[in-house]
Nanobody, 129 residues
Framework: QVQLVESGGGSVQAGGSLRLSCAASGYTYSRYCMGWFRQAPGKEREGVAGIYSDTRVRYADSVKGRFTISKDNAKNTLYLQMNSLKPEDTAMYYC???????????????????????WGQGTQVTVSS
């Protein structure tokens, strides 16, 4: 059974940093594509960062240059390093996973919630001004 468990959320002031973690179990971790999504109150869940391989990653325009996604296959853990946080980054953050399609397919569907069958329970990030 696939399980994803996020941690690392919290409250920080604008300009601060947080590192989110997503511990994965129940599948062949290295063969899965993963992503970070977030959902603010009253808004749709949106994709933030996705990772296809160590050299193939994608970021939403709103976080480019500030967030970094990475994964440690030995630890079965996905990370999201978030720097220069802004109040608009406040949201519940979720990690998601599924088996990797070919690169072109994944690139076109990175931000689709339907691209991922497995989701964590979320971790709250609150950024104050």
């Amino acid at each position: 059974q696939v399980q994803l468990v996020e941690s690392g959320g919290g409250s920080v002031q604008a300009g601060g940093s947080l590192r989110l973690s997503c511990a994965a179990s129940g599948y062949t971790y290295s063969r899965y594509c993963m992503g970070w999504f977030r959902q603010a109150p009253g808004k749709e869940r949106e994709g933030v960062a996705g990772i296809y391989s160590d050299t193939r990653v994608r970021y939403a325009d709103s976080v480019k240059g500030r967030f970094t996604i990475s994964k440690d296959n030995a630890k079965n853990t996905l990370y999201l390093q978030m720097n220069s946080l802004k109040p608009e980054d406040t949201a519940m953050y979720y990690c998601a996973a599924d088996s990797c399609p070919d690169w072109t397919t994944w690139y076109g569907a990175t931000w689709w919630r339907s691209s991922y069958n497995y989701w964590g329970q979320g971790t709250q990030v609150t950024v104050s001004s």
